[in-house]
């Protein structure tokens, strides 16, 4: 058995998880850290597409991943090997982290000197676009394989999300996917989010996607520095 930490979280006690979240972000302003939920259906390709971030976000800014799922410890234990700080959260069932089972994950990292922590929620389309976890920001992955009418299906996902990232672009041709019309029912759905079509395998968009990251943790922490 690995030595990776895994925490046991139990659902919130508060019954206002908007305003738990808002302190939330308030305290990790304090602490000049930058959260960023990430969330997707299951094989979308979140872990992917964070092990492929790992050489391009080294040497440019100080990241750790907590990884939620219901069980098991797979994704941390790749995370960690990739030589990227990690935890594994078991949230005891639930299909999704409120702010206060994420504050618990957070209690228990070692984060240091981190400036960025992204939690790799739950594989759901649903339940994690219900619950504020006290992120700065939302991003969800849409995998070419689920099809383009993904935001006409599930709208509260893509109406929380800050940023759109359309992954399996290689294999794009092996399947009856618009990126136009994914792209149009998105914006359908939220006129403010960004996307960015990138393949996690390939390489492709994979530094637009760490410049966008990198860029929206800089304005957080700033004025305030390490």
């Known amino acids: 058995m690995s030595d990776l930490k895994v925490i046991e979280v139990k659902q919130s006690i508060f019954e206002n998880n908007d305003k738990d979240a808002d302190l939330l972000r308030s305290q990790l ?17 979140k872990t992917t ?25 797979v994704d941390a234990e790749a995370m960690r090997d990739a030589g990227v700080p990690s935890i594994q959260i078991h949230t005891g069932g639930m299909c999704h982290l409120d702010a206060d089972m ?3 994950g957070l209690k228990e990292f070692d984060r240091k000197d981190l400036e960025l922590v992204i939690l790799e929620n739950v594989g759901n389309l649903v339940c994690p676009a219900e619950f504020d976890t006290g992120a700065v920001k939302n991003m969800t992955i849409l995998s070419v394989p689920e099809g383009h009418d993904k935001p006409l299906k599930y709208p509260l996902m893509y109406e929380t999300c800050d940023l759109l990232v359309i992954n399996k672009m290689d294999v794009i041709e092996y399947f009856d996917f618009d990126r136009e019309k994914a792209a149009g029912y998105a914006k359908q759905r939220n006129q403010d989010i960004e996307i960015l079509f990138i393949s996690a395998k390939t ?20 004025p305030c520095s390490r």
């Open 29 to 45: 302003k304090e602490e000049h850290t930058f959260l960023l939920n990430l969330m997707s259906s299951p094989g979308a390709g």
């Open 203 to 222: 390489g492709e968009g994979m530094d637009e996607l760490a410049d966008w990251i990198v860029k929206n943790v800089n304005e957080w922490i700033q």
């Open 49 to 73: 597409t964070l092990l492929a971030l790992a050489d391009k976000l080294k040497d440019r800014i100080k990241w750790g991943v907590m990884e939620a799922d219901i069980d098991s410890a």
């Open 102 to 104: 994420t504050r618990q």
